[in-house]
């Protein structure tokens, strides 16, 4: 997201659930979900308009066959609520059982040729070429037009980050941390209509060993002043670069979840190459492997959001809309502290995980990274946007502990959208490849 958008931050006051808001929270099943992200209710608003769009609105694309993409996408990342969930939209808007008993040995060619685009998006979106979209859309009875794939295309990565956050941050934040009591399905509503603040700013994290320490907010507040300072000068190009690679070759460093996953028995059917996962973007001796994404030259605002929005322009607008009410999401607190301009932490972060998909800022100082990121939380930020089927609680509870709840919440919700605007870029990009190399 171009740093521009901090201008745009302001103190907002939460506004009546309209009816799309409101029927997801009150009458759907996942309200689990919702109560994690009500903490934080503009965000959920969006998110919920966006969700609700991409499964019911206008599109190239059948209801059902729009919930079994959602099936494919979540079953990459083990998260078998959204999987049973989808199972049962599908079967009740008249999808074939088939589909669900037998998942990929039933569908039709159509649909098992997405199987590879979504494995790709999910662990390695930078691997994505014009060349794939060329394959998909070529003329042929088992190919998709290019509004179809384009609308799958942002369905996959959707449901690739919403069955992340659920596993890194729903799980995590559930009371006794027991997978199976996702199936809850009488909870109360999460939206209030009182016009109150969207979480208790004094419930701070205190949980996990003590001996693992995160940055205190005092410690991060006085890293914040310093770099404010810096700005003033900032380093040149050249010297900006190194310190991308630098914190890019980091990245790596930071552990690795070596473990292929199990696919449960319920999503075995939706799950081939279980052993493809992701690999560290940047790996030393292997820099030039895969060239490193530039925002300069290709980035959301001018070609990202206009490649989307020439096949559904409301599905564009939505994700602009999402992506900019995260990104700029402030309440001006940090732990315990007030008025505090919390725009280097966020940004910090969001570059962060931007780099681990491969994409590069290039007028961001990534020496910002490692004095704001504490190892701790780069490492679980990395889990979470990668390996999120892998997240445990222990780790979970033992980053950000000086903050308030909510405010890890935001970083997580921080992860699923950098990653949905990363793969976005790489697909779009391809997309975009495609017609110029088709003309």
């Known amino acids: 997201m171009e740093d521009d958008m901090d201008?745009?931050?302001e103190e907002f006051e939460i506004s009546e659930p309209d009816d799309i808001i409101a029927d997801y929270v009150t009458n759907n099943h996942q309200n689990i979900h919702w109560k994690v992200m009500g903490e934080h209710i503009e965000y959920l608003t969006s998110f919920l308009?966006?969700?609700h769009a991409l499964l019911t609105g206008d599109g190239p694309l059948p209801a059902p066959t729009?919930?079994?993409?959602?099936?494919?996408?979540?079953?990459?990342?083990?998260?078998?609520?959204?999987?049973?969930?989808?199972?049962?939209?599908?079967?009740?808007?008249?999808?074939?059982?088939?589909?669900v008993e037998k998942g990929?040995?039933?569908?039709?060619?159509?649909?098992?040729?997405l199987y590879?685009?979504?494995?790709?998006?999910?662990?390695?979106?930078?691997?994505?070429?014009?060349?794939?979209?060329?394959?998909?859309?070529?003329?042929?009875?088992?190919?998709?037009?290019?509004?179809?794939?384009?609308?799958?295309?942002?369905?996959?990565?959707?449901?690739?980050?919403?069955?992340?956050?659920?596993?890194?941050?729903?799980l995590m934040e559930e009371r006794d941390n027991q997978k199976e009591n996702l199936n809850t399905r009488h909870l109360t509503p999460v939206i209030s209509c009182k016009k109150a603040p969207p979480y208790d700013c004094t419930?701070?994290?205190?949980?996990?060993?003590?001996?693992?320490?995160?940055?205190?907010?005092?410690?991060?507040?006085?890293k914040m002043q310093i770099l404010r300072g810096k700005q003033q000068s900032p380093p040149p190009q050249e010297e900006l670069k190194s310190r991308f690679q630098t914190v890019s070759l980091n990245c790596s460093d930071v552990a690795n979840c070596a473990q292929v996953p199990v696919v449960e028995p319920d999503m075995g059917q939706f799950v081939r190459d279980v052993d493809f996962q992701y690999v560290d973007f940047a790996r030393r001796g292997r820099e030039s492997e895969f060239p490193t994404f530039r925002i300069q030259d290709f980035n959301w605002d001018e070609e990202g959001y206009s490649m989307i929005s020439q096949f559904n322009d409301d599905?564009?607008?939505?994700?602009?809309?999402?992506?900019?009410?995260?990104?700029?999401?402030?309440?001006?607190?940090m732990g315990r502290h007030s008025s505090i301009d919390t725009s280097l932490f966020r940004r910090a972060s969001w570059n962060y995980i931007q780099c681990l998909w491969g994409i590069r800022h290039d007028d961001y100082d990534y020496a910002e990274v490692n004095d704001l990121l504490h190892r701790n939380l780069k490492k679980y930020i990395k889990t979470a946007s990668c390996y999120p089927e892998h997240c445990s609680k222990v780790e979970y509870d033992n980053i950000m502990k000086d903050f308030n709840t909510s405010e890890k919440i935001h970083v997580l919700m921080l992860v699923g959208e950098a990653k949905v605007q990363s793969s976005l870029l790489?697909?779009?990009?391809?997309?975009?490849?495609?017609?110029?190399?088709s003309i």
């Open 7 to 9: 201008d745009n931050e």
């Open 315 to 333: 599905v564009a607008q939505l994700l602009d809309d999402k992506f900019r009410t995260i990104y700029n999401l402030t309440y001006r607190t």
């Open 116 to 170: 590879e685009l979504n494995m790709i998006l999910a662990h390695r979106p930078w691997m994505l070429t014009a060349q794939h979209i060329t394959d998909l859309t070529a003329p042929g009875a088992d190919n998709w037009s290019l509004s179809e794939l384009v609308y799958a295309i942002v369905l996959m990565v959707h449901f690739h980050s919403f069955a992340s956050f659920i596993q890194s941050c729903v």
């Open 66 to 99: 729009r919930h079994f993409i959602a099936i494919l996408a979540s079953a990459r990342f083990s998260c078998s609520f959204l999987v049973e969930s989808h199972k049962e939209e599908f079967l009740k808007l008249g999808g074939k059982k088939d589909w």
């Open 426 to 437: 790489y697909s779009m990009r391809a997309v975009s490849m495609h017609f110029n190399t």
């Open 104 to 113: 990929l040995a039933a569908v039709p060619k159509k649909i098992l040729k």
């Open 203 to 222: 419930q701070i994290t205190h949980k996990g060993s003590p001996n693992t320490e995160s940055y205190k907010v005092d410690q991060l507040l006085q």
């Open 49 to 51: 308009k966006t969700h």
